[in-house]
């Protein structure tokens, strides 16, 4: 069964950090094109930050030097490491993969950022 679960989330204040991970199992190979995406209340998907099979890695504007993605290729686990968070990245983190058609989409899990 292809399975993606995210964890790591949590309520954190202002300028804090947090590390969300991401196992794939049931075929998916965090070795492909992966991406970790979020959705705000009232807002669509966005897609945050993306890493490639050769591990080149790109970030949206608003993370960009505030997030770093990774993979263990070894665990099949992406990682998401957020520093300085904002109450704007409140949201439910996702992976997934990108460029192809997306893969059923785990429960996410939830980041709250307080002011």
């Known amino acids: 069964q292809v399975q993606l679960v995210e964890s790591g989330g949590g309520l954190v204040q202002a300028g804090g950090s947090l590390r969300l991970a991401c196992a794939a199992s049931?075929?998916?190979?965090?070795?492909?094109?992966m991406a970790w995406y979020r959705q705000a209340p009232g807002k669509q998907r966005e897609l945050v930050a993306r890493i490639t099979s050769d591990r080149s890695t790109d970030y949206a504007g608003s993370v960009k030097g505030r997030f770093t993605i990774s993979r263990d290729n070894a665990k099949n686990t992406v990682f998401l490491q957020m520093n300085i968070l904002k109450p704007e990245d409140t949201a439910i983190y996702y992976c997934?993969?990108?460029?192809?058609?997306?893969?059923?989409w785990g429960q996410g899990t939830q980041v709250t950022v307080s002011s």
């Open positions: 049931g075929g998916i190979s965090v070795r492909d094109n």
């Open positions: 997934n993969v990108y460029g192809r058609f997306p893969y059923s």
